[in-house]
């Protein structure tokens, strides 16, 4: 009997963050994602789960040079405002990362869009990312999908009617779109009353070259990439990493369908593994529940207790939580970008570590598509 055709890997594990962004019908939010990480030389996110505003700008602050996203949760930060939404855009922009919001909708459809939209989070205007579970049923990617559809056309409408204007009074027309990226969208007319306008690209496309092929600097890079698009991205949550989770195969199967429905939207994945499956299945993974141990291997409590060396490692918090390395996720798993909270944010140089955690995420990344460990 002849032995067994070994399985192909899927394309998006061996292919570069550079190759993926390039491919047909990338979502230009997924596209812009994939060239700021190759750009940075960062798969790594950044969960901040911190509960006054200054301790969340301080960490954007000392972190940002070594993260492609910062994840938040608005909702338990006590002083949440205008000033932090805008004090944290101007980070994100100077920094370079997209900001994600984990909010982790699970409601009716009316009821996703006024949290997504309304209230005093209105998330839509200064997060390029959310999160949804699936439990609803599919409308809720509908309901978020159309609600970030329409407060783009708002957003679109009001740039034309001050283009108007400007035509008419003959003002110097240098805060154009094509001159000027907003510091967020309007989440004004988000439910169905938006009148139908012309739409006014306001991003520019990122080139879909590998920038890691170039000999330009950084910046130059940074440069050619250009401000991230005013598009909107959902992660679908297919699998948790808590211990005893619901989200059993079946319902991880059924989530990853319903994102292939929406590929304009959904964006990605929070889930244990790489879930693309079809050939044009293109998914950006994000996993939790990542850490490494001290650099003295010893414990502390400030990060979770280690049961074996640094590249593997099974560890929990002592509430649910499990963790895993970034070699676990990336280079076994296939996952690509990893979230990191506590191992992070309980350290006492933030940035030092944070750098660890990226060029360690980072060698993983490169390992898995050249296939260079065995």
């Known amino acids: 009997m002849s032995a067994a055709t070994p ?42 789960d911190v509960t006054t505003s200054s301790q969340l700008l301080e960490i954007a602050e000392e972190v ?65 990312l959310t999160n949804a579970h699936v439990f609803p049923g599919p409308a809720i990617i509908s309901a978020l999908k159309a609600a970030a ?17 400007e035509d008419k009074t003959g003002s110097p027309n240098d805060q154009s779109p094509s001159n000027h990226h907003p510091a967020h969208l309007s989440s ?35 440069h050619e990439l250009g401000e991230p698009p005013l ?56 996993t939790p529940g990542v850490s490494l141990p001290p650099r003295d291997h010893s414990a502390s409590p400030d990060h979770p207790t280690a049961a074996v060396g640094p590249r593997k490692m099974s560890a929990t918090d002592g509430l649910g939580q499990q963790y895993h390395t970034p070699r676990n996720v990336i280079y076994e798993m296939g996952s690509d ?3 990191v909270g506590r191992g992070i944010l309980g350290s006492r140089n933030r940035a030092s570590e944070a750098k660890r955690f990226q060029d360690e995420s980072w060698a993983a990344y490169q390992a898995r598509i050249a296939r260079l460990i065995s």
């Not at 559809?149 to 204007?165: D, E, H, K, L, P």
């Not at 520019?204 to 920038?211: D, F, I, Q, Y």
């Open 64 to 128: 940002g040079d070594h993260i492609c996203v910062l994840k938040t949760h608005a909702d338990i930060i006590y002083d949440w405002g205008e000033n932090t939404i805008t004090s944290l855009q101007e980070i994100a922009e100077r920094k370079r990362f997209l900001i994600f919001e984990d909010r982790k909708f699970g409601d009716i459809g009316s009821t996703v869009q006024r949290q997504y939209t309304a209230g005093p989070l209105q998330i839509i205007r200064w997060a390029s």
């Open 337 to 339: 970008i990893a979230i």
């Open 231 to 286: 598009e909107r991205g959902l992660l679908l949550l297919a699998q948790m990493s808590s211990q005893n989770n619901l989200l059993t195969a079946d319902y991880t199967r059924e989530c990853v369908n319903m994102a292939r429905q929406h590929p304009d939207f959904v964006v990605g994945l929070i889930a244990q593994q790489c879930l693309n499956v079809l050939p044009e299945d293109n998914f950006i993974t994000f």
């Open 188 to 222: 004004e007319g988000s439910m169905d009353s938006i009148v139908s306008t012309t739409t006014i690209e306001t991003h520019v496309e990122p080139s879909g070259r590998a920038l890691s092929d170039s000999s330009d600097s950084a910046e130059r890079a940074f």
């Open 149 to 165: 559809r329409n407060s783009r056309r708002s957003y679109n409408q009001s740039v034309q009617t001050q283009i108007s204007a």
């Open 7 to 48: 399985t192909k890997p899927h394309p998006s594990l061996t292919q570069s963050f550079a190759t993926r962004a390039a491919l047909p019908n990338v979502h230009p939010l997924s596209r812009y994602l994939f060239l700021l990480m190759t750009a940075k030389s960062s798969n790594l996110c950044l969960a901040a």
